[in-house]
């Protein structure tokens, strides 16, 4: 095994990066997967472009005003998209389209016209490698927010998942709630910004927490295994990427779709194979039940008819 990634510091701390990124994508993502908000999460990905280029053009390559431009560039739209639902009669998912559509738009027009130090195109798909101390710190910051946050509220966020109305009930504020998950996506989607883009967050987000969805039915295994999915399938892709010379952030999304593929046609309970096979063994299962008496009554005619000859 070539280990000369091992060598470079830039890799090293690119490997830090991938470990926590990945871990906290993949345990976030079982609620996406779960309450069905990929789209949600995918209009706020897009959404942070240009919020990054306004930060870029306000305060230069500065961790932290990268991150308060993709921050307020996602609220402006998950909350626009909410107050024109409330006081229109287009539905939010409509808005929510329109407005991350429009705002990835200025995005693009702004790449092009924010002169920067780096090029701003790497935030489309990612480029972990430029990875900076201070960038790491931030990740850190983020995951020990983000996690310990959700393992705390674990049950009322579950509840508030599969019953709003009895959530309601004992007196959990389910709107709270759903604001504060909403904002620890955010926070998980600017971590994601370096790893694979805007372009390719989605991807990091969902596919560990689906892939666990295909194996198992139990809910906490698709948090802690859908982190550790992430963060070993993001470490791998960049590894590959190094070896075989490859963009880093298509590699690791690419890598932890095969693994959804591989999960998809051969996962032992939910799989295509294990379903074909199932459904195999039934049929054959009912052809022996039917032939079952009429064998044993061609075996009682039998003895009366060899009487009879």
């Not at 195109?121 to 990740?139: A, E, K, P, T, V």
């Not at 967050?201 to 927490?209: E, I």
């Amino acid at each position: 095994m070539n280990l000369e990634p091992f060598q470079h510091e830039f890799m090293l701390r690119a490997l830090y990066g991938c470990a926590v990124i990945g871990f906290l994508n993949g345990f976030l993502g079982a609620f996406i997967v779960l309450r069905r908000l990929a789209l949600m999460a995918d209009a706020l990905s897009h959404s942070l472009l240009p919020g990054l280029a306004i930060g870029v053009l306000l305060f230069g390559i500065a961790p932290l005003g990268l991150f308060f431009g993709a921050l307020a560039a996602a609220l402006f739209v998950t909350v626009g998209s909410q107050l024109i639902s409330r006081n229109s009669r287009i539905k939010e998912d409509t808005s929510l389209g329109i407005l991350y559509t429009v705002a990835f738009s200025i995005g693009v027009i702004l790449l092009n016209k924010v002169h920067s130090p780096i090029s701003l195109h790497h935030y489309l798909f990612g480029n972990i490698l430029g990875l900076s101390d201070s960038d790491l710190w931030m990740n850190y910051g983020i995951a020990l927010l983000v996690i310990p946050t959700v393992v705390a509220l674990q049950r009322p966020l579950l509840l508030c998942l599969f019953d709003p109305t009895v959530a309601k009930s004992q007196g959990i504020r389910v709107e709270t709630l759903n604001y504060l998950l909403m904002g620890m996506l955010v926070l998980t989607m600017i971590s994601t910004l370096q790893a694979v883009g805007v372009v390719l967050a989605l991807g990091l987000l969902v596919a560990p927490a689906a892939t666990i969805y295909l194996l198992s039915d139990s809910v906490s295994k698709m948090f802690w295994c859908g982190g550790l999915l992430g963060s070993v399938g993001s470490c791998l892709g960049l590894l590959l990427s190094y070896w075989f010379d490859l963009e880093t952030g298509p590699c690791i999304v690419l890598l932890l779709g095969s693994i959804f593929l591989l999960a998809y046609f051969f996962g032992p309970r939910y799989g295509i194979l294990s379903k074909f096979l199932r459904r195999r063994h039934f049929h054959r299962e009912s052809l022996e039940r039917w032939e079952q008496p009429h064998t044993l009554l061609e075996s009682s005619q039998a003895p009366s008819a060899r009487k009879n000859d």
